[in-house]
């Protein structure tokens, strides 16, 4: 089993992850415990946990609705009515089991809970495991804003058992597939080359060490958001603008499928820029289409982009702030960039469908 150690806890990886959970229990002996999971963790994952960790059996399961819409006040209001109805002390547990909605959302309640109580994350998504899982930040959404309430707020463990992916169709691991190669974009050429030249969308276990240990890098150096994990954003800003502008319509993007766009049209944005070469934007953009499938969003305007943009959290002073490559494997942040030049990536992205 792979133990790769951050900032305040450890990230259990392999078939032995749940050695670890059982451990973790018998050393810590909770007063009660909560397992926050949504209609899919339920019946495909929270029998393997229980059967695996049989000291989990007593658990008070919260079960939330699958999808986006869960990340809400009003979900949140629900868990600490649970909590509170059934006498949760600041030395209970709650356990996170499932994707990235499941793990901002969980651990946002716990934060926020009594002043905080302690939480696991044992994710079952791709995008769960190397990315909404790793780096202690929660988050849930407001006024159709894309993770605009959160907090800094680390695990006490995470625990990752890759065979939880065998539940996954196939949407769900393209999902997570985008935040690993964004990790390779921002951060390792060399990884960026191996996804090239996957072929499959069952990711080997290493790849999903590595992307987790590059986060980890950089999250150590800036835990609290500050300047160099601002990296990390990269097709972040973009893809959270449609992300919210689609949770309105009746076909809403998951996260990596807004990401996918983001990072197609902000690498545009960094070649425009002179940041990037052409041949590396059209290999970037050729090995998404290729891999990943990213969406026509035809029906996207200028206008309403630009309107969610305007929230997101690293602009200043009412200007547009990017985490831009550099060429691959490498990222600057806080890159001032006009509403000519969104204008311009737009249109791009619209011509590759035309």
């Not at 089993?1 to 059982?22: C, D, E, P, Q, R």
């Not at 995470?158 to 996954?168: E, G, K």
């Not at 072929?199 to 980890?216: D, V």
Request: aromatic residues 8%; hydrophobic residues 40%.
């Amino acid at each position: 089993m792979a133990i790769i150690s951050s900032t305040s806890y450890s990230v259990h990886l392999g078939k032995s992850a749940f050695t670890a959970v059982n451990q973790y229990l018998r050393k810590q002996k909770p007063s009660s415990v909560f397992i926050l999971c949504d209609e899919n963790t339920l019946q495909d994952c929270l029998p393997i946990l229980i059967r695996a960790c049989p000291l989990l059996a007593e658990a008070e399961i919260i079960e939330i609705e699958a999808g986006e819409q869960s990340k809400s006040l009003d979900i949140s209001a629900l868990i600490w009515q649970t909590l509170i109805e059934n006498g949760a002390d600041r030395h209970s547990l709650l356990v996170n089991l499932g994707g990235g909605v499941v793990s901002d959302l969980g651990a946002f309640c716990a934060s926020i809970y009594k002043r905080g109580i302690p939480y696991i994350t044992i994710p079952t998504s791709l995008l769960a495991m190397v990315d909404a899982s790793v780096g202690s930040k929660t988050g849930i959404d407001f006024m159709e804003l894309k993770n605009i309430l959160g907090t800094f707020a680390p695990p006490k463990g995470v625990f990752i058992f890759p065979d939880f992916l065998q539940t996954l169709p196939d949407r769900e691991k393209k999902n997570g597939l985008a935040e690993v190669y964004k990790m390779a974009l921002v951060q390792s050429a060399s990884l960026w080359k191996q996804l090239r030249q996957l072929n499959t969308l069952n990711i080997p276990e290493p790849i999903i060490a590595k992307s987790i240990t590059l986060k980890n890098t950089v999250v150590k150096k800036d835990p609290f958001d500050q300047h160099l994990r601002q990296i990390l954003n990269f097709g972040h800003s973009i893809g959270h603008a449609i992300e919210s502008v689609y949770l309105r319509t009746q076909q809403p993007l998951l996260h990596g499928e807004a990401v996918v766009c983001g990072m197609i049209m902000e690498s545009h944005l960094a070649w425009q820029q002179k940041r990037l070469s052409k041949s590396q934007l059209d290999e970037i953009t050729q090995t998404i289409f290729t891999q990943l499938q990213p969406r026509d969003l035809s029906a996207l305007y200028l206008k309403e982009m630009l309107m969610a943009l305007g929230h997101d959290k690293k602009n200043t002073a009412r200007q547009f702030r990017f985490s831009l490559l550099e060429g691959i494997g490498k990222c600057g942040y806080q890159q001032k960039v006009s509403e000519k030049q969104i204008e311009k990536a737009l249109v791009y992205y619209h011509t590759l469908f035309a």
